[in-house]
């Protein structure tokens, strides 16, 4: 049995599908392209990277942190059971449009307390989950908290989210074409327990 479908409803979803992606493309080509080329500099120099964000902005880095580790990086997602302690050699990668969520500066104050380099996404850049950052990727979305429309018609952070997906695979396929590695290789570290 198949649903009737309102013929008036597609011209809206064409339109809104549209309007997401040019919010995500106007937004990611906005990001400095330094400050990519500096967060893969820092995960590349790193002994383990660890990486953390809430909500959806932490489902948009656990899929940076998949890709890493297909490329063979030690990656830990924090406050999964089996992360150790973060030190110095260490990158910490957050992500928090706002940069005051709670959690996340603790974190990026007790790297800075350890000696562990970090890498924010961030629409703030003079946010507290900023101030001590090695590198702060500066995301010219909205915030959560940001419900006025003047950056993105899209509900609360949803721009800020999509682009810190969007920029971790821009930031992954820069560190693997560093590598020069094949495909092969990476996919022989694909989950095969699924």
């Given at each position: 049995?198949?649903?009737?479908?309102?013929?008036?409803?597609?011209?809206?979803?064409?339109?809104?599908?549209?309007?997401?992606?040019?919010?995500?493309?106007?937004?990611?080509?906005?990001?400095?392209?330094?400050?990519?080329?500096?967060?893969?500099?820092?995960?590349?120099?790193?002994?383990?990277?660890?990486?953390?964000?809430?909500?959806?902005?932490?489902?948009?880095?656990?899929?940076?942190?998949?890709?890493?580790?297909?490329?063979?990086?030690?990656?830990?997602?924090?406050?999964?059971?089996?992360?150790?302690?973060?030190?110095?050699?260490?990158?910490?990668?957050?992500?928090?449009?706002s940069g005051t969520t709670a959690s996340i500066v603790r974190a990026a104050t007790t790297a800075a307390a350890v000696g562990a380099s970090t890498v924010v996404?961030?629409?703030?850049?003079?946010?507290?989950?900023?101030?001590?950052?090695?590198?702060?990727?500066?995301?010219?979305?909205?915030?959560?908290?940001?419900?006025?429309?003047?950056?993105?018609?899209?509900?609360?952070?949803?721009?800020?989210?999509?682009?810190?997906?969007?920029?971790?695979d821009a930031l992954f396929h820069t560190l693997w074409r560093r590598t020069g590695a094949p495909a092969e290789e990476l996919w022989a570290r694909h989950a095969?327990?699924?």
């Open positions: 049995m198949s649903a009737t479908l309102d013929p008036t409803i597609a011209p809206h979803v064409r339109s809104h599908t549209e309007l997401v992606l040019d919010e995500i493309t106007r937004t990611v080509l906005a990001v400095r392209p330094d400050d990519l080329a500096a967060a893969a500099d820092a995960i590349e120099g790193a002994r383990r990277v660890f990486v953390l964000g809430l909500g959806r902005s932490g489902i948009a880095l656990r899929a940076l942190g998949m890709r890493l580790m297909h490329l063979g990086i030690e990656v830990h997602i924090v406050g999964e059971t089996t992360t150790p302690a973060l030190g110095d050699r260490d990158v910490l990668v957050l992500a928090s449009g996404f961030t629409t703030d850049p003079t946010s507290p989950a900023a101030r001590d950052a090695r590198v702060v990727v500066v995301v010219p979305a909205a915030a959560k908290t940001d419900l006025a429309s003047a950056a993105s018609q899209q509900y609360a952070g949803s721009l800020f989210e999509q682009s810190v997906l969007v920029l971790g095969n327990l699924e």
